[in-house]
């Protein structure tokens, strides 16, 4: 065996590294990490010998009592369930009975048959995927916007060129730290930086300026921005007037959100936010960032809005070392949302209600358009729809990482069927009635679509352990036995994604393994063999109807639930820099747990006084919807009126608020009310 260039398992960076044959990680000199790892990269080859993988399919020993225990059984045995229970259900329920749920980690490859195998094998509309709890409403702003979805429409070298950054609801110094050296290269360069968030994190302490709002007011916040920007005369007239419609009406909206105003609605003082904007006008090229802390809210939609209608009217967008950018977080959390795991799309980001859209992947696809399902319910709406009777989960741990996760494992365990894909026995898979053991990252081919939009290779390094398969296979067989035929060779996998991809949104037509393997991944879109990508987009026009930005007016609304007498305090949840999402990996890497073995929630020394907590102390938090008990750990960073949990453990998403944003249908993870208590002393 040699060494093999790859990329790490977890986030969105995807940054290079090497697996060695003795099994040992090394960072790789790619374009966006250059030799940075993080912890959990550094850490990642622990996943593949680790003693707690599955290495054979696990079914129930009383078949339909999933109080009984797993025992191990034949693939055989185990497809030939999977299938007599989808029969079974689509047979007395319909069609949509029968579904998949997805996820942001899974390879384009995996994420494209999977969208294949929901529509065309069992010709169900019910599939959606983890993403809708992640992107979906920075993607839905961006996509009615400018027309397109993309992360950063930009390299991410290029941040280390802007002059101003504003990242609103963004920790990139603990979601991917390697990240960090294009902020610090443009900090030691001059570059100031203001960071949105209610945290002092990391991330802002490092910043120029912290501005600290009440989690669930950035609207209102990026509507003051451009409130003091009109008044100050920073708006850039004609790039308004030749590249956008639409600004009339939100100059008319932005009235009413008078700087005094804004302060009282946020907690943010007058001042800072007119240093920000002056900041963002008048310094150079400048960045807004916005990454989940902004986005994760029942107005998410609109809070991206509102800050692509700040950069659009400062004329930032397209111009060299500007712009507006949403920093994805999970693995494939872009390309996972290109090729048609989501209710409402087809591959190459299209419309599933779009009927030219239907024709051509149709075609590809070798079916009648119209027996194509059209589209499904979200995320939420589908696990929690009586109508859903067996579902198939990859790359998802939905039982701690959906929200109101206690009523997410009662829709589970209602349902008649259900079926885990993973390398571990998750949360999730332990409330199934079928577990399939996986291949993981360094096991399989495939490609990945990073933040930046660049296509890149994960490659085999190793065989996967005797008894396990990849999702690719499993799929291909449940197919067969569905009664088609699909490949499980994922670059056969490839080549028709790039079929039916060819013309979209996302267009993958003219990237191909051997290209990847040469340019160091290629940037979408990519129409034909020799174009050569397109790296920065909007430097002309706008894949809209006019070629044009379409700006849209919008307002403040308070976050579906406020603090009140029972529940006084704002929950905001979000990530540790040793962890990686549920935490169904990471919780088992010793160096990582050994560093930060459990979940710790961030309470300012005032609130804490105030109920009798000492740091280290057990605390309840409680919920409308559920309990959590965690260790205190008191911050003078976090603001006095919120709380902080991470959500790499059960716990803290059976505190949240499953409230959804009526574009996204995105929930609102992001703040919520409740009530904490010393639970007792740790
Ligand atoms: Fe992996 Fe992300 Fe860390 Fe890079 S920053 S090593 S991609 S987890």
Redesign the pocket.
Known sequence: MTATDT?????????G?TLTPERKLE?RDFP??KG???????T?AELLDHPDRLLTPLVRTEPGDRTSPFREATWDETFDLIVEQIEKAQRTYGRDSAGAFGGGGLTNEKAYALGKFVRVSLKSASIDYNGRFCMSSAATAANRTLGIDRGLPFPLEDVARARTVLLAGANPAD?????MQYLDAGREDGARHIVVDPRRTATAAGAHLHLQPLPGTDLALANGLLHIAIREGYVDEDYVRDRTTGFDAVRSACNSYWPDRVERMTGVPENRLRETVRLIATQGPAMILTARGAEQHSNGTDTAQAYLNLALALGLVGRPFSGYGTITGQ?NGQGGREHGQKADQLPGYRKLDDPAARAHVASVWGVDPDELPGPGKSAYEMLTDDALRVLIVLASNIAVSAPHSNHIRRKLRALDFLVVSDIFLSETAELADVVLPTAQWAEEEGTMT?LEGRVIRRRRALPPPPGVRTDLEMLAELSRRLGREESSDPRTVFEELRRASAGGIADYAGITYERIEKEDGVFWPCPTEDHPGTPRLFEHSFPTKDGRAAMRAVVHRDPAEMPDQAFPYVLTTGRNMQQ?QSGNQTRRVRTLTAALPEARAEIHPDLARRHGIADGDLVELRSRRGTAVLRARLTDGIRPDTVFAPFHWPGANALTDPALDPHSRMPAFKACAVAITRHERG
């Open positions: 990329h790490c398992p977890y986030c969105a960076l995807q940054c590294m960072p966006v990490n940075g790892l993080c912890a959990k990269g550094f990642a979601a991917m730290p390697p990240s693995g990073n990686y």
